[in-house]
T-cell receptor, first 117, second 113 residues
């Protein structure tokens, strides 16, 4: 089946620094990737949708200058949390849509736990 | 606006017992509905989905769900749970404008030995 990886799985950084999270589709080409944020005991919140080769579309209320998304190839998307603050601590999940699959099919990465101290 | 409600934050079931996780949605037309499972250290995995047709949908790992339009529900069921089923379960409905998913808050399933 389709596999999506994320790296790192956990990261701790100091307030004010930037952190990059990678999302890779390992055995398929992903024209679209999604980035979610999940708070403890809560559901997934869609942050942005990125299409390969174009700018990401951010959901209302998500700061695009703070959460930089790059989808440079059909197998890689990155999320950079710039000038991180403790309130950015969360679980970040990416998903990818297989270009040959259905429009509703998404494959999810295992997530990245970000802790900002 | 579309929305999904999972009324149970957590459910505890004895191993071998039957399971039903509730999901209610708000949507004007025929919804596209999904159930996902999230286990620690693993990505969300699709259990099953409903697009149209037979209202009883079979999924992986012995799960099934029934779409009931009159009740705006899409409850997940399993006749006999295993300890490995302990996880977080999410119901979702597709937003028709851009095929993205709207998620319920999730239900944590705890299995008693």
């Amino acid at each position: 089946g389709a596999v999506v990886s994320q790296h790192p799985s956990r990261v701790i950084c100091k307030s004010g620094t930037s952190v990059k999270i990678e999302c890779r589709s390992l055995d398929f080409q992903a024209t679209t990737m999604f980035w979610y944020r999940q708070f403890p005991k809560q559901s997934l919140m869609l942050m942005a949708t990125s299409n390969e080769g174009s700018k990401a579309t951010y959901e209302q209320g998500v700061e695009k200058d703070k959460f930089l998304i790059n989808h440079a190839s059909l197998t890689l998307s990155t999320l950079t949390v710039t000038s991180a603050h403790p309130e950015d601590s969360s679980f970040y999940i990416c998903s990818a849509r297989d270009r040959s699959g259905g429009l509703y099919e998404q494959y999810f990465g295992p997530g990245t736990r970000l802790t900002v101290t | 606006a579309q929305s999904v409600t999972q009324p149970d934050i957590h459910i505890t079931v004895s191993e071998g017992a039957s399971l039903e996780l509730r999901c209610n949605y708000s949507y004007g037309a025929t919804p596209y509905l999904f159930w996902y499972v999230q286990s620690p250290g693993q990505g969300l995995q699709l259990l099953l989905k409903y697009f149209s047709g037979d209202t009883l949908v079979q999924g992986i790992k012995g799960f099934e769900a029934e779409f009931k339009r009159s009740q705006s529900s899409f409850n997940l069921r399993k006749p006999s749970v295993h300890w490995s089923d302990a996880a977080e379960y999410f119901c979702a409905v597709a937003r028709d404008s851009n095929y993205q998913l709207i998620w319920g808050a999730g239900t944590k399933l705890i299995i008693k030995p």
